[in-house]
């Protein structure tokens, strides 16, 4: 469903947010003839909208934090929970290794369609199969090759929603050990929902409870003053929390695009070092 929607996000939405010229040809074939036949029904519904806006900023907005990174000498990517990401086929950064990091099943899937379109990673890109909720994610990276004596820069979208708060904690935790002077992270998150927010209660337990008989429901919101906190206890310097206003504001509202994130769609930005003063 996600890939459906980035790939859909290409052609329903122009000029798009974040390019990926794989998103359509990652796409298993009975979805990519849907994208091709019948692409408004993709987009029709509200969710649909939220969704590819959430998706579009968030991976504009990881893979700019990784650019960044990369110039203050990051040579190292982790792409947690990848799913069907497409950046190892679209890596500009000759030096950068590339680790994707998924549950087994995922991965395995993935790993069949490169195989049957004949995709080839842009550079470097190791498969590490993991479970978030049973092991433990730095035995793994390293275990896989991961150099600890070099900065990492790693990404996580799409994931903390669908895990429980001591798995959120103990993967930052991972992070925090293996970025290094130079590292950080990106990822979203859902924002914990207020007293009065009937709607957006409602809309929410909607989204979860057809998501939960898929087999993976919501499980944890996150308060974003904590998460700033948090984040700073665990040795990042420079720590920005995007809301919605400033996601829609900076992304779409400038560029007059009718897309617009959810009210409770965040996106962190974590990093080792501080801002350069200009």
């Known amino acids: 469903m996600v890939a459906l929607q980035r790939a859909a996000h290409q052609t329903l939405d122009q000029p798009p947010l974040f390019a990926d010229p794989f998103a359509a040809c990652i796409l298993p074939p009975m979805a990519r003839g849907i994208l ?24 504009r907005i990881a893979e700019d934090a990784l650019a960044d990174a990369v ?15 497409t950046f190892a086929l679209r890596n500009p ?30 550079g470097s890109l ?9 092991q433990d994610l730095t035995v793994e990276l390293l275990t896989a090759g991961l150099d600890p004596t070099k900065s990492t820069f790693f990404s996580w979208l799409g994931v903390t929603p669908y895990l429980e708060l001591p798995a959120i904690d103990a993967t930052l935790r991972s992070v925090a050990s293996l970025a290094g002077r130079d590292g950080g992270i990106a990822f979203d998150f ?24 898929r087999g993976e429901p919501f499980r944890t919101h996150l308060d974003p003053h904590e998460l700033r906190t948090g984040l700073a206890s665990l040795g990042f310097a420079n720590v920005d929390v995007l809301g919605p206003s400033e996601i829609n504001a900076r992304y779409f509202a400038a560029s007059g695009s009718r897309l617009r994130v959810s009210p409770i769609a965040y996106v962190a930005v974590a990093a080792r070092v501080l801002k350069s003063a200009t």
């Open 36 to 59: 091709e036949t019948n692409p408004d029904r993709i987009g029709r519904s509200w969710y649909s909208s939220y969704l590819r806006a959430a998706l579009a900023a968030r991976s």
């Open 71 to 85: 110039a203050r000498g990051v040579t190292q990517y982790v792409v947690l929970g990848a799913g069907l990401d």
């Open 93 to 122: 950064h000759p030096a950068l290794r590339v680790f994707e990091v998924d549950h087994p099943n995922t991965q395995a899937f993935k790993r069949q369609r490169l195989q049957d379109e004949g995709l080839k990673p842009a």
């Open 126 to 134: 190791t498969f590490v199969p993991v479970d978030f909720e049973r």
């Open 190 to 213: 859902f924002r914990r929902l207020r007293r009065g927010e009937w709607l957006m209660r409602f809309l929410v337990w909607l989204r979860s409870r057809r998501l939960a008989r």
